[in-house]
């Protein structure tokens, strides 16, 4: 699922997909943002 929504963000716009691959990796680096 993750993957879609990330190709799915990469087609829409690339600074978008940054911004999105911030947003995961600071979600898995703190537990309590993750999803269950």
């Not at 940054?18 to 309590?32: C, E, R």
Request: hydrophobic share 50%; charged share 10%; no cysteine.
């Amino acid at each position: 699922m993750v993957g879609g929504m990330r190709q799915y963000v990469l087609q829409m716009s690339p600074v978008m997909a940054v911004g999105m691959n911030i947003v995961f990796a600071d979600a898995f680096q703190h537990p309590k943002m993750r999803y269950p």
